[in-house]
């Protein structure tokens, strides 16, 4: 065999190693954008269709990128969660009041990080870039809270839980989230960093339902 024919098999070889670490990549990257925005990209896509959820998602993200989004320093977060730590001990006595507070340290810690909250549709369009996996809970606790006359104490067990969802998704967001240049759409996005030790505190707590229950629902919600 000729040098140049081993040179030009090893020069293929080389060609679909590179190509399958590439396809490979963008596979995994386009996993974690997915994981990311949740099912708020199949709600779109369905409505849509994929091709322009995609494009919009491009918009939505440049948006978010321009409002200059910033993390929480360390005291602010642990201010936070002592305020959670609080609404959530309300719940045993007074479960409407402290699904009421949830919901608005959920929109004080959206508004710290810089986001606008004074137009609950553009907050929910803006919160989808980042936070898309937590939307149908929050709408659903949302929900809960604006009847909370009518809903009853599980109800508002769980849409207790699912503002917790977001509020440390958005309180444990990642350094800079959202103040980079707009990504590819196949970009990876930042990694999230481990739990906080508040975050192992104050799960499971105060709950007026069984202990298993209670740590069944939350973990179907995590």
Known sequence: ???GT????????????????????RMRR????????????????????????????GKRRQRVNGLGLRSLSAERRTAYAGQWDSAQEQFVDNPRQ???AAG?????????????????????????????????GYRQARETAGRSDQATTEALRRALLDYRGL????????????????????MVPAQVPAQRPW???TQGRHWKTRPQESSDVAASRQ
């Open 199 to 201: 975050k192992q505190v």
């Open 6 to 25: 081993i040179i030009l098999i090893v020069l293929i070889l080389v060609i679909v190693a590179v190509g399958a670490a590439v396809l490979s990549t």
């Open 167 to 186: 509020f440390f998704d958005l309180l444990e967001s990642p350094e800079g989230a959202g103040t980079a240049p707009a990504p590819e759409p196949d």
């Open 104 to 136: 608005a340290i959920v929109a004080a810690v959206a508004a710290d990080r810089g986001y606008e909250v004074t137009d609950h549709d553009q907050l929910m369009t803006d919160l989808s870039v980042y936070h898309g996996r937590h939307l149908d």
């Open 30 to 57: 386009r996993a974690a954008e997915r994981s990311l925005v949740g099912p708020e990209y199949d709600r779109l896509a369905g409505e849509i269709g994929p091709r322009k959820a995609k494009a919009e998602f």
């Open 1 to 3: 065999m000729s040098a």
């Open 98 to 100: 402290a699904v009421t």
